[in-house]
């Protein structure tokens, strides 16, 4: 149990009558800290597993013969595609079933595209299994969101996805140090019980056995009670009109956040590559360090990030709560130079510079969503951003990245083309936050 603090409810300036306004509730409620630290760690393990193939597909790629364009199509489309076929049954299943259950069947996908991955030898096999984590996963992460706005108050809203952000940052620093120090311990010493298994599939069934175990606690997980609702079983058109009245608001942070994320979609895919084509790094001589920098970044940047969405929350500044996601983007556009730095102790600072600041800004961003959008529209919402930033980020990105040799004439030219991409969509996500500032709610009622 955490401390009580009444609820804080937000001012839709797009709803011009009085009888649109939220009736959301107004008695105190606790902070369930328990609840909220088990989803995170829910989120980590799931996370681990979806981003294990990230520092072992250079691996893989050369054990099965695939070429760049199908790795681009596994670390893409097998993430995009699950995003745009699930994700509004998916966002509708969080607002109107139980979401435990919910997350439950969401955890059986990404165990089974887990064991699939450690038996995959072909394109098609792997492509499946990849698609059912995605699934699984990404669908995981906006049930735990869901759950976590109703296990805590408004005013602890930005903390509560402070800890989730912790744990969704935790995975893919569990699957780079995990996952590179099983493979550099398997390429020594194999394992008995598969002694005809190549490292990089054990290290993958590793990781199946921690997806599938994570299981046992999601059953003990309770369905919390909805709040801040403003109809009792609204209908799924209603819950539509709702999101359609925020559309200047919700459009201008999903430009933010979509396009925000691709530098750090871009680097979560080719980064591993670039250190080991570029700079001549196995997996189990940057999956430490590579781990470490991931989850110190995860950390601060979670924290910067939820502290700065409760004090732009509490501030009389229209749109003060997007202060921290400006501030976090301005900072990652000079970040995204990380791939051309001479040294790999300059690749890694600047990489874990331009990480901290996507974190903080991807914090600001969910923590608005659960703050302007009331609970019947939360999943729909988190589900349409989803769809948004999934299909652009981790879809489009990897094919843009293919695009270096049209525009540099050959194929040695990855990190100058993910620069390119970086500053780019910096500079259109600073614009879409800055946007989302200047039509945000202009005030948050205190109960």
Request: a neutral charge; glycine letters at 14%.
């Amino acid at each position: 149990m955490g401390l009580t603090e009444r609820e804080i409810a937000p001012v839709h300036e797009d709803e011009p009558t009085a009888a649109h306004e939220p009736a959301f509730d107004s008695l105190p409620r606790d902070t369930h800290w328990g609840w909220i630290i088990l989803l995170a760690v829910i989120l980590c393990i799931a996370g681990g597993v979806r981003l294990l193939m990230t520092p072992l597909q250079e691996a893989a790629q050369h054990d099965i013969g695939f070429t760049d364009l199908q790795i681009a199509t596994l670390q893409g489309g097998a993430n995009g595609l699950p995003a745009v076929l699930g994700a509004i049954p998916l966002g509708l299943a969080i607002d109107h079933l139980n979401r435990a259950r919910t997350l439950l069947v969401l955890g059986l996908m990404w165990a089974i595209g887990a064991i699939m991955t450690v038996y995959a030898h072909d394109f098609t096999t792997l492509f499946v299994a990849r698609a059912l984590i995605a699934l699984g996963v990404g669908g995981a992460f906006a049930v735990a969101l869901s759950m976590i706005a109703d296990l805590c108050p408004p005013g602890k809203r930005g903390r509560a996805t402070m800890v989730a952000g912790i744990g969704v940052l935790a995975g893919p620093a569990l699957a780079f140090a995990g996952g590179g120090a099983l493979f550099g311990y398997f390429k020594l010493h194999g394992w008995a019980l598969f002694p005809d298994m190549v490292p990089w599939r054990l290290a993958a069934l590793v990781f199946a056995g921690l997806g599938t175990a994570i299981l046992i606690p999601v059953l003990l997980l309770p369905e919390p009670q909805r709040h801040e609702t403003e109809q009792r079983g609204a209908s799924i058109m209603a819950a539509l009109r709702g999101l359609v009245t925020r559309w200047r608001f919700l459009t201008a942070l999903w430009i933010g956040a979509t396009a925000g994320g691709m530098a750090e979609g871009a680097a979560g895919m080719w980064a591993a590559p670039i250190l080991t084509r570029n700079y001549g790094l196995q997996p189990n001589e940057f999956g430490g360090w590579m781990g470490g920098m991931i989850l110190i970044a995860g950390l601060v940047g979670s924290i910067l990030g939820g502290f700065a969405v409760d004090w732009g929350n509490k501030s009389k500044r229209r749109g003060g709560l997007m202060i921290g996601a400006i501030v976090a983007t301005a900072i990652a556009i000079p970040a995204t130079a990380y791939p051309i730095m001479p040294t790999v102790p300059g690749f890694g600072i600047m990489l874990g510079i331009m990480m901290t600041a996507c974190t903080a800004m991807q914090v600001t961003a969910v923590a608005a969503v659960t703050l302007v959008v009331p609970n019947e529209e939360r999943g729909m919402c988190l589900q349409i951003t989803s769809i948004v930033g999934t299909v652009i980020g981790m879809g489009f990105v990897p094919l843009i990245t293919l695009l270096g040799p049209v525009i540099f004439g050959d194929d040695k030219h990855l990190p100058q083309t993910l620069v390119i991409i970086g500053v780019v969509s910096g500079v259109i996500g600073l614009c879409g936050y800055v946007a989302a500032m200047l039509v945000a709610p202009r005030s948050w009622k205190h109960a």
